[in-house]
């Protein structure tokens, strides 16, 4: 059984999760800036993306306590609840952290791709996996439904190049 995640709102124009500030805004918006930077950087959104995407999940990484599984479970719980989608922990082992993502917000809103395209996921789960884990591990979006999966899977990969431009 899940936590359950509890969005609070000050009246004043914060909405916090367990005293931490989050933002609600349309996937629309995030695929648009997506796109935008794809044009006028072609290779370059995946990593800006994957940057915030770990900015964000070290914030929310450390403040989590428990052993490793349950760091992850209320992470991955926190994300189905902010709408990043239906979380599932498929694996966790010594080296290996194994998501997948149904109802992406990303793929959904980005629409049809030829490559995956959840890249702010793939860096959450990067801090993720560093932080349980105890090591920096690159993470690999293998399957996007952007590309016609029917789901986002996620999986730690060891090569240290796998960082490097692979989504």
Known sequence: MTARVTVDDDGAGR??????R???IRPETLAALQKQVEAVAPGAAADCLVAGGRAGGAHAARELAGDAEARVRRLLDTGRAIGWGHFVLERLAPHELVVTVAHSPF??????SPTPVCHLTRGVLESLAARVLERPLAVRESACAATGAPRCRFATVLETSAREGTS
């Open 107 to 112: 793929a959904e809103a980005y629409g049809p």
């Open 15 to 20: 909405l916090t999760i367990g005293g931490a």
């Open 22 to 24: 989050y933002l609600l």
